[in-house]
């Protein structure tokens, strides 16, 4: 039968209260007119008045079929228009394309005025996006009316909805969202009206009620009403139905969360599961229109498997038991891998609730083989994420566990670990203790690089089995408990088997790193000594060695045969590890010929000389210099008094002497430099004057040298100023106990050099003042003494 179309005018009789239903088009021959009218009257009632609304209703008819019905106020009978269309069941494609669902016939127009149509075009469709921002913004709603939906179509019933709504645009929407979630059959199947004024006489399975309904008709604040007669979903601020749980519409409503729209049984273009989250095909699970995982399925398409950790507990627990029942029964190789995807995305999330999962598809695949492969078979299921725990489950299903056998091979040489080794590993032993004691025997072999086959055969056996994380563990054995002879063992075996750790660098400790780069430097790049240890810390360390078990890795690559760095290597040392870290680590002591006999004596050695001036494993004669090189230097730099100075330097020299000439030298310099900064007064009150006239020539030659820097630097009116010319006259002509004749020959030549240069710009005035200045302040035979000088100077 094709599809009728017929309209009615709704009126209510005033003298016997009885609706009328007049039909204003020809009823065609065949169509059941009695019960649509009996349908319309109790659906769309004209009194009380309910005004516009969308219905559709399944015919309990022996044609079957269904009457969709638009209902809107008519202005030329103040009653009802009804605008219907009967479907039977087996209209078809003959007379057009049916609706995807019948809820696609609302408009918003439904709600206006005459003249417009009364549904919506046949190609209408509810928009996807709408929805998913629909169910987005009800939250927590959803799951509860996807839960009552389904019961609709459980075997008994469900209790008939109510969805209290503002308008019946939103009613709608219910109703497209629950079509959109469902089945397509049990979507095109499912009953509504948009409105109604009494849901106890609708016949429908969801009805729509608004804020206007009479609470005489409809209570929805009556317990009884929410609890026992239907189920209520109050978007009115009213309390609703309890909400019932169900894994169905937990993971529906998820998927909608999720911008998913479920559609279970429509098709799902793609063709890698794994890489792009294709449809899932059959796993061989009964039929079941509200199975689980089709939804699951609809999860990977689109991949947003990564939120199904969000999931309530209870569905998660369904989703894994059905996945579980079909590994137990499935058909297909193809059921199979997916379930295998789904078991490892669920075990992104929950690891130990996918247990059961894997451990099925596990069997599955144990059953399948022959029975001289179950073994191997078990092995190959490196892509279940199972457990340590069900892995050993599993094995012992099968015999003995691996870890026996490992633990039995462990007494004998290398080449007999393989196979229970690999067994171990693919069944996820990590913890197992054979494989502690195996990475244990196989790190002392690699770490005595003496013996040589022993180390060979341990390199062979990682090299076949051929695991990252088993090599990865040998590394992070070797790297614990290091000792300088430790190191020096991974420096030779880096240097033999380099192109083997090579690939297992990345992650890998940091002696490991560092010693196959020092091997690669030494091969490749011919480097050595303090050109290696320089190298190593600007690629590995951004230039600096920071603590103090990288120091002593680091020291024992460079000079692994007694630690102390060739001499010439000795001052690079600090050009990448603070001097502080070196004194921490008690190795200041292997610096000592570079401390005493620098070539080129700089900061780099007063600050090594600064961190390791009280080190206790200093003799006294090391602990001196240290302690010289810091006061001379600081005096040079106007950071120690001449008083500190004169104090402790006679002592220091005694301690520290034998000091490398260059040393000795620039000692000499930095105390000069120091002298010739005091002013004239402050250097003949101390008894540095007395030390400088008695030192020897190389002293006296840095002095002069200073001096002339000095009176370089001063402003001229310092340089003329008659008190500081006195002064340097007294200074420089004073006769010191045991002065040197070196000293009369450069105090003679200060006095011509520096004094009588400035003599000219003194003047006969000036020349009184220093009269004046030297009677007073050290008497007239220096007066005498001036005068005579500047007599032979002319």
């Not at 669902?101 to 009364?118: C, I, K, M, N, Q």
Request: hydrophobic share 40%.
């Amino acid at each position: 039968m094709a599809i009728r179309e017929l309209s009615y005018v709704l009126l209510r009789d005033p003298d016997s209260g009885a609706d009328r239903l007049t039909p204003v088009t020809e009823v065609p021959e065949g169509v059941p007119d009695d019960l649509m009218q009996r349908i319309i009257t109790v659906t769309h009632r004209a009194a009380p008045a309910v005004g516009a609304a969308l219905s559709y209703t399944r015919l309990p008819h022996r044609a079957g079929g269904g009457l969709l019905c638009s209902a809107r106020p008519d202005e030329e009978s103040d009653g009802l228009r009804v605008d219907a269309r009967y479907e039977a069941d087996d209209a078809g494609d003959a007379d057009g394309p049916r609706r995807r669902w019948p809820v696609d016939a609302w408009r918003p127009s439904t709600l206006g005025g005459t003249g417009d149509e009364a549904f919506a075009p046949d190609t209408r469709c509810w928009d996807e996006a709408l929805l998913v921002k629909f169910a987005a913004d009800q939250g927590r709603r959803v799951a509860p009316f996807l839960a009552d939906v389904r019961r609709l179509f459980a075997d008994p019933a469900g209790r008939q909805i109510v969805v209290a709504e503002r308008d019946q645009e939103t009613v709608a929407r219910w109703i497209a969202l629950a079509c959109a979630s469902l089945p397509v059959h049990y979507a095109r199947a499912l009953t509504f009206t948009t409105h109604s004024a009494d849901p106890g006489v609708a016949p429908q399975q969801v009805v729509g009620i608004g804020p206007d309904t009479d609470a005489d008709l409809f209570d929805r604040h009556d317990v009884a009403t929410v609890t026992h007669l239907f189920r209520v979903h109050d978007g009115l601020d009213g309390p609703g139905s309890p909400p019932l749980s169900d894994p169905w519409a937990q993971v529906a409503a998820w998927l909608w969360r999720e911008g998913v729209v479920p559609r279970p049984d429509e098709p799902v273009e793609g063709n890698d599961a794994e890489r792009s989250g294709a449809q899932v095909p059959d796993t061989g699970a009964p039929q079941d229109p509200f199975a689980l995982l089709p939804l699951v399925r609809r999860a990977l398409a689109v991949r947003t498997w990564h939120a199904l950790g969000d999931l309530p507990e209870d569905a998660l627990r369904e989703i894994l038991a059905a996945a579980v029942r079909a590994a137990e029964h499935g058909r297909t190789d193809d059921a199979a891998q997916h379930l295998a995807v789904i078991a490892r995305r669920i075990a992104e999330h929950r690891p130990d609730a996918v247990q059961p999962l894997a451990a099925a598809l596990a069997r599955s695949r144990v059953r399948a083989a022959d029975p001289q492969d179950v073994v191997p078979a078990l092995e190959a299921c490196t892509d279940l994420p199972l457990d340590e725990g069900t892995w050993r489950t599993l094995r012992s299903e099968l015999g003995p566990p691996p870890e026996d056998e490992l633990r039995k091979m462990l007494r004998y040489p290398f080449d007999a670990w393989e196979k229970p080794l690999r067994a171990v590993l693919a069944g996820g032993g990590d913890r197992s203790s054979a494989l502690d004691e195996a990475v244990d025997k196989i790190a002392g072999a690699l770490s005595s690089p003496e013996a040589r086959r022993a180390c060979a055969d341990a390199v062979a056996l990682l090299a076949a089995v051929n695991h990252g994380g088993l090599v990865r563990r040998v590394l992070d054995r070797l790297a614990r408990d290091l000792t300088d002879r430790r190191v020096r063992a991974l420096r030779d075996l880096a240097a033999s088997y380099g192109d083997w750790l090579r690939p297992y660098l990345d992650g890998a400790p940091l002696v490991i790193r560092l010693a196959v780069s020092a091997a690669n430097l030494k091969h490749l790049h011919r480097l050595e000594g303090a050109d290696l240890w320089v190298q190593l810390a600007k690629r590995h360390l951004d230039g600096q060695v920071s603590d103090g078990s990288t120091l002593r890795i680091m020291w024992a690559l460079v000079w692994p045969q007694n630690g102390f760095p060739p001499n010439s290597d000795q001052s690079r040392v600090t050009e990448v590890c603070p001097p502080r870290l070196i004194v921490e680590e008690a190795m200041e002591i292997r610096l000592t010929h570079w401390l005493r006999h620098p070539s080129a004596p700089d900061q780099s050695l007063v600050d090594f000389a600064r961190a390791s001036a009280r080190s206790p494993r200093y003799n006294r004669s090391e602990r001196a210099t240290a302690q010289l090189i810091v006061l001379t230097w600081d005096f040079a730099h106007r950071n120690e008094s001449v008083q500190r100075v004169m104090e402790h330097l006679p002592t220091l020299e005694h301690q520290a002497r034998g000091l490398g000439s260059v040393l000795q030298d620039a000692i000499d310099r930095w105390l000069a430099t120091g002298l010739a900064q005091l002013g004239p007064e402050e250097l003949r009150r101390s008894r540095a004057l007395r030390y400088l006239a008695t030192g020897h020539v190389g002293r006296l030659r840095h002095y002069r040298a200073a001096v002339a820097d000095a009176q370089g630097a001063l402003e001229p009116a310092a340089l003329c100023e008659p008190r500081r010319v006195a002064a340097l006259f007294v200074v420089w002509r004073s006769d010191q106990e045991g002065a040197t004749g070196g000293w009369r020959d450069t105090a003679e030549d200060l006095l011509h050099d520096v004094i009588g240069s400035v003599l000219p710009q003194l003047g006969e005035r000036g020349n009184d003042e220093v009269l004046a200045f030297l009677k007073r302040d050290v008497g007239e035979d220096w007066v005498r003494a001036w005068t005579e000088w500047r007599r032979r100077l002319r």
